[in-house]
């Protein structure tokens, strides 16, 4: 029946007809967990020429459209609330071509279409002794997703952004035609599109720099939480290739994660790493004591101190033999590495029923330890009203680090009106929390969550992610962008989607509409 629906409504919503039935689109974490409230379609499509196709019709009709690649997304802000919206699924058109490293170079090029995630590009350029270096996010997201809402590895070092892995973009634009952007920081078209929100249209196409293989050593230590609160903390990040931070506030700990290049014939270890896979026996000791979580805050510091001592062995196997890796430092090539992905006998903890909402916002660096300070003051403050604040994430609340990289919405952007130094980088704090599923759905204190992201945001010169906040954090958030970025990235906004087709919640909130 659903599929009948589908047919029905795509029929209806390409020709243009007004009133079609609608219901949600859903984030990576299924159902309940909209990433669009209401929309008229989602269309699997099959090809550029079919992006195309759909594109132009949408277009003919001003009919509301929007891409979509994994649904790597946590709140319902992908769309606008327009019921008529059509999903465009960039997920089947995965063709990569073009691959070009001559034997020696240090760099070479490779195109990728729409759909291709992480994995199965890494996959595909390790079967061909090459890299896409740092520039890489997670396993579930597609790289023009990524590419669209400004994701970025951790690291100050080397390039983390993963547009700074981009030569040139291929744009379906809301007239349905196909636009070429070059990389370009002279170029208003280059700066927006570089992290564009969809606004501008659909990343059909890109031409990536890729690098000859290589391997990496992981290495993990334990720090007391004075010791980075009051520590160097760009020193810190700033020696290793990729480098982050795991805090840990009902225990006082922080876990320091760094990782580098080694020699090929260093080590014969394949290390694997898995970040969101889980048993199904760890998944329901984990929901019983979350849920429970949302009223007794004793399940919670068990929960974290349980996390923190699981989390302080490597979470690895060696790739070879599905065995786990116990030590310190672990060795591998460098998707598997820094990345990993799923257990072959596991399941994502979220198909595991383990969901969650999360608050990511990027600060200068020079600010890192006031911004740190300023979350422990507001965990003390709620532990001296007897409320004691943990994590409720398996690996911890996420510190991580960004290198500069220009363009007008990105987070390490630098020389902006708010006077703040971005020139060494950001740190990103990102608070993943369980969401319970019992009562009202609300977490362990929920108040307290919309207030630290007032007090972050007002106290700040902070930059929200663009797929990790709510409503409310980007309406306030706004006042700390540079208006003049607001203003040239709309300009290239109306230029490339002149009937505002690709209309977002987020670029209604930042005024691309006005």
Request: glycine share 8%; charged share 20%.
């Amino acid at each position: 029946m659903p599929t009948l629906h589908r047919t029905i409504v795509s029929i209806l919503a390409i020709a243009g007809v007004g009133s079609v039935s609608a219901e949600p689109y859903n984030t990576f974490d299924g159902e309940g967990f909209p990433a669009c409230n209401d929309v008229a379609l989602v269309h699997n499509a099959t090809s550029v020429d079919d992006i195309v196709s759909i594109v132009k019709n949408a277009s003919a009709n001003g009919t509301p459209i929007r891409p979509s690649g994994k649904g790597h997304m946590w709140y319902d802000t992908m769309c606008s609330d327009n019921p008529e919206t059509i999903i465009v699924r960039t997920e089947f058109v995965n063709g990569i071509a073009n691959f070009s490293l001559e034997e020696g170079a240090e760099s070479g090029t490779v195109d990728i279409e729409a759909g291709v995630t992480f994995l199965q590009f890494a996959e595909y350029l390790h079967d061909n002794n090459a890299s896409m270096g740092y520039t890489l996010v997670n396993w579930n997201i597609t790289m023009a997703g990524a590419v669209a809402m400004g994701g970025h590895r951790s690291a100050i070092r080397e390039d983390s952004m993963v547009a700074a892995g981009v030569l040139s973009l291929d744009i379906v634009n809301g007239n349905g035609d196909i636009v070429t952007i070059e990389r370009d920081e002279n170029n208003d078209d280059w700066l927006a599109a570089s992290t564009s929100l969809g606004l501008l249209g659909v990343i059909v196409r890109m031409k990536f720099k890729i690098y000859p293989d290589f391997k990496v050593f992981a290495k993990q230590e334990t720090l007391d939480e004075d010791d980075v609160l009051n520590g160097d903390i760009y020193g810190m990040i700033a020696p290793y290739a990729t480098a982050n931070l795991w805090w840990w506030p009902y225990m006082k700990k922080f876990h320091w994660r760094y990782y580098d290049e080694v020699p090929l014939t260093l080590s014969d270890q394949q290390g694997f790493q898995n970040t969101f896979s889980i048993s199904d026996a760890e998944a329901t000791v984990a929901k019983v004591t979350l849920e429970s979580g949302k009223y007794l805050a004793t399940s919670n510091m068990f929960f974290e101190t349980t996390a923190f001592t699981l989390w302080s062995a490597p979470n690895f196997r060696e790739k070879t033999t599905q065995q786990a890796v116990l030590e310190w430092p672990v060795y591998g090539w460098n998707y598997d590495v820094l990345i990993g992905g799923l257990y072959p006998d596991q399941k994502p903890e979220w198909e595991e029923g383990l969901h969650g909402a999360t608050l990511e916002l990027a600060f200068p660096i020079t600010q890192a330890n006031q911004m740190l300070k300023r979350v422990r003051q507001a965990f003390d403050d709620e532990a001296a009203k007897g409320i004691i604040m943990t994590s409720t994430y398996r690996s911890g609340i996420n510190i991580k680090f960004g290198k500069p990289f220009y363009n007008f919405l990105g987070q390490v952007t630098y020389n902006t009106s708010d006077g703040a130094d971005w020139s060494k980088g950001a740190i990103m704090f990102d608070f993943p929390t369980f969401k319970p599923t019992i009562g009202d759905g609300k977490r362990f204190n929920e108040d307290f969550y919309p207030r630290l992201a007032k007090t972050l945001i007002d106290e700040f010169p902070c930059r929200p992610h663009w797929t990790k906040n709510t409503r409310d954090v980007f309406t306030n958030a706004t006042k700390n962008l540079d208006p003049d970025h607001l203003a040239r990235f709309k300009v290239v906004r109306e230029k490339f989607d002149p009937q505002g087709i690709f209309k977002s919640i987020i670029g209604e909130i930042l005024g691309m509409y006005d």
